[in-house]
């Protein structure tokens, strides 16, 4: 059994964030036994469940879901929302790509540019 300071540390985060998980009820919040709460094997297995998922993408409804998905193990539906996510993945990627391009010529137009503003600055509109 663990305290909420412990668990936190085994799940790599701080105390607030469990707290935060738990007021979005996607942890629960275990009874007061002595004044200390004791969280299990179980807090932590679903603590390190939302940390991966945040790091695969999730929003903390899509988390929420999985969660539920996961207690009724309904691959079809878990399936349907990683491929969301891959979609949303590969978007936001496109999109970061088309920045760094863009920033690439910017930057190459700064050095090997005419003489004037520079042009990262002037498309910053600085």
Partial sequence: ??????????GGVGVETIRFYQRRG???VPPNAGGIRRYGAEDLRRLRFIRQAQSAGFTLE?????????????RD???VLAHR???A???RIAE?????????????????????PCPIL???GV
Avoid at 2 to 9: K, M, S, V
Avoid at 96 to 116: K, M, N, T, V, Y
Wanted: charged letters at 35%.
């Fill in 1 to 10: 059994m663990l305290t909420i300071g412990r668990l936190a540390d085994a």
């Fill in 62 to 74: 899509e988390i929420r879901e999985l969660l539920d998905l996961d207690a009724g193990e309904d």
């Fill in 85 to 87: 996510r891959i979609e």
């Fill in 96 to 116: 970061l790509l088309d920045a760094r391009e863009a920033l690439s010529r910017l930057a190459h137009a700064c050095e090997h540019g005419d003489p004037g």
């Fill in 122 to 124: 002037a498309s910053f």
């Fill in 77 to 79: 539906r878990a399936r």
């Fill in 26 to 28: 996607l942890m629960p």
């Fill in 89 to 91: 993945l590969d978007a």
